[in-house]
């Protein structure tokens, strides 16, 4: 008797799994990784450290640490989950500048949007079940006692807001989330580029991870380095459903007001940026430099290129 293989059909949901839906269902794990970290790390510094007994002095201005470090961990560890299935764009900016210099499929990238906005949005909400406690605790200790609208600083675990020297002005915001994207995309696209000195093995989530951080500590206190309009955008939406009112849309403070679409306009036009520079100053240089070498040219001849079967060969 002969063994006999049994050749099925997969299934829909295997289907799915194996084409972009696949891709899809990782940009929305890694983004949500992302914000459970990151805004996790966040939390810790402004409400589960000071209202939970661990915290015998007050950090300070240290606590920027615990949220830079703890961005980077939160990219650095989303990369190593999505980074195999779905090339862990976990960004919107990153992908559309993948669709405009990389060959990413434009047909993908409004589905890569949202999911990575979902994710976002579904990890916000797991952070705030978690931390609800800890927010409303902090909002009653202020003097005089909080309500969740008026709660800046509790707001800021979730979504970003302009540095008060900025006052009301769009300007010094959008440029800085353009700079600080521009910088990122331009990295990731150096530490990917397998033509320069890309990271070896399993390193490159990492390093991409210690850009994050030193983006944090250097550019960070401008408007909160969203960087990252899914980042932003999705823990903002939970806020709006969950009592900060219009500190959330149309993203309105002490000191500013209609904030909510910077966030998401300038990482977009960074992404953009960053990588148009990376490709004019490094790409292209590497690019000319794999180019097959010119011929020595004759006096008074125009070089030319060498065939595959030797030297040109012709007539004056």
């Known amino acids: 008797m002969s063994d006999q293989v049994s050749h099925r059909e997969p299934g829909a949901w295997t289907r799915l799994r194996q084409n972009t839906g696949g891709e899809l269902l990782a940009e929305f794990l890694g983004t949500a990784v992302i914000i459970l970290f990151g805004c996790g790390s966040v939390a810790v510094a402004v409400a589960g450290l000071p209202g939970s007994g ?3 002095a007050d950090f300070g201005p240290a606590n920027w640490l615990i949220i830079a470090w703890g961005w980077g961990f939160a990219v ?5 989950v999505a980074g195999g299935v779905s090339g862990a764009h976990l960004n919107p900016a990153v992908t559309l500048a993948f669709a405009l210099r990389r060959g990413f499929a434009w047909r993908k990238v409004l589905p890569y949007w949202a999911a990575q906005v979902i994710g976002a949005l579904a990890a916000a909400a797991v952070v705030y079940a978690v931390y609800h406690n800890a927010i409303d605790a902090f909002n009653a200790a202020q ?4 309500a969740r609208p008026d709660s800046l600083s509790t707001f800021s675990i979730f979504a970003t807001f302009p540095a ?3 006052g009301n002005g769009i300007w010094g915001p959008l440029v800085d989330q353009i700079v600080g994207t521009a910088l990122l995309v331009g990295l990731i696209a150096a530490l990917i580029d397998k033509r ?18 030193g983006i944090g500590m250097s550019f960070g206190t401008n408007a909160g380095y969203a960087i990252n309009p899914a980042r932003d955008l999705g823990p903002r939406l939970l806020t709006f459903f969950e009592g900060w009112g219009s500190k959330a849309f149309p993203g309105n403070g002490d000191w500013f007001s209609n904030y909510f679409w910077i966030p998401i306009v300038g990482p977009l036009v960074g992404g953009v940026v960053g990588i148009l520079i990376y490709d004019l100053l490094i790409g292209q240089v590497l690019a000319a430099r794999q180019a097959p070498e010119l011929t020595p040219p004759e006096p008074g001849r125009v070089p030319q290129r060498e065939p595959a079967d030797g030297p040109a060969s012709g007539t004056d």
């Open 164 to 166: 008060k020297y900025f």
């Open 54 to 56: 661990r915290q015998t």
């Open 76 to 80: 650095m560890f989303a990369v190593y």
């Open 196 to 213: 320069n000195q890309a990271p070896q093995g399993n390193f490159g989530p990492i390093a991409v991870g210690l850009v994050v951080a």
């Open 143 to 146: 003097n005089p006692p909080q």
